[in-house]
């Protein structure tokens, strides 16, 4: 059988936590192993209650001194694991606020098991009359955002109750964040390294207004996104340093050809800069943009046709348009059409050209 542990990282619970400990042990899961994130002195009766039941279930009550954030928690219940339990196999992450029911995470358990170099996620639907719309349309949106960044799909972006297999546990340490933004680094990590598997679980919310959390939207939601756009903004500055070059190498280019090759200089500095800053921008886009491990070979093959194709797109739809529209404008027209191919040519690199193979 299968050993596999249950996180709980915890700051300031309340009974829920105890009522989810109990729930755990009576249906036979764990080890269990519990993260005080310096929660204080008051609530040191919630974790004395759970101290002994948590040991006898062979896991153990770990504890900061001060509040450390949700992600170092994880981490320090990670590094636990792989130093003193090296008969577990899985681990299970959950939250300590009542969204996690030991039914749920029983059926993450059980969905790691039959997938077992997987990630598994429980996902909530957020449809329900319940969900305040905060959670509804925040968790739309991130969904989206995700998806177009990383070219997978998923459904809670969010949820704090997912599976991963023991030998994944030292990259998890490795992964930046310390607090909540902590997740999405490790999602973002994730689909990046094996095929992500999802779980329906129970949406469960106290009420519209009375769903305690940790989690500042404003403070939190700013750094979740400013992780998931790293890579589109890399992406964003390998394009234009890559145009930088281009311009650079063309006017060096023209004067030194000029006087050589009156006739052709132009078309000369023009291939010349051209080749240089595509070699240029598809190494900084294999290597840095979407750090790839497709071989290099095939993917500096799709990476240049993508490129004619985008040029002969971009072409194409601005001779088009121009003759639509009135004259003098040709310029804004290819800002506007090379502007939306710029956004369409990352999604078919992140999936197609640099689609990184899973192990």
Sequence with gaps: MSKVAIVIPSYEPDERLTCLVNDLLN?????IYIVNDGSGSEYDSIFESITEPV??????????????GKGRALKTAF???????????????????????????????????????CMVLGVRTFDQEDVPWKSRVGNNLTVKVFEYITGVH???????????????????????????????RMLIDAVDKMDVIEVPIKTI??????????????????????????????????????????????????SLLKQKQPALYITYATVIARVVSAVY?????????FKSNEDSGK?????????????????????????????????????????????????????????????
């Excluded at 249906?27 to 080890?31: A, C, E, S, V």
């Excluded at 040991?55 to 450390?68: D, F, I, M, P, T």
Aim: proline share 2%; charged share 25%; glycine share 4%.
């Design 154 to 184: 998923i459904t809670d972006t969010q949820t704090g109750l997912r599976a991963v297999p023991r030998e994944y546990l030292p990259d998890l340490l490795n992964v930046k964040g310390e607090r909540f933004e902590y997740e999405m």
């Design 55 to 68: 040991k006898a279930s062979g896991g153990a009550v770990l504890q900061h001194e001060v509040n450390r």
């Design 205 to 254: 919310y106290d009420s519209k207004e009375n769903h305690q959390t940790h989690f500042n939207p404003l403070k939190d939601s700013i750094r979740i996104y400013r992780i998931l756009c790293e890579r589109f903004v890399k992406y964003i500055f390998s394009s234009v340093s890559a145009c930088l070059l281009d311009l650079l190498l063309f006017g060096i280019a023209c």
């Design 299 to 359: 993917a500096a093959v799709k990476y240049f046709l993508l490129a004619v194709v985008q040029m002969s797109c971009s072409a194409l739809l601005v001779t088009g348009l121009s003759r639509i529209w009135p004259d003098g404008i040709e310029v804004l027209l290819k800002a506007i059409v090379d502007t939306a191919l710029f956004f369409i040519s990352y999604a078919i690199q992140q999936r197609f050209v640099f689609k990184k193979q899973k192990s």
């Design 281 to 289: 921008n598809y190494l900084i886009n294999y290597r840095i943009v």
């Design 27 to 31: 249906n036979g899961l764990g080890p």
């Design 79 to 117: 590094e636990y694991i792989l130093n003193n339990d090296k008969d577990v196999e899985f681990v299970v992450t959950a939250d300590s606020d009542g969204q996690h029911t030991c039914e749920c995470i029983q059926r993450v358990i059980d969905a790691s098991l039959k997938n077992r170099k």
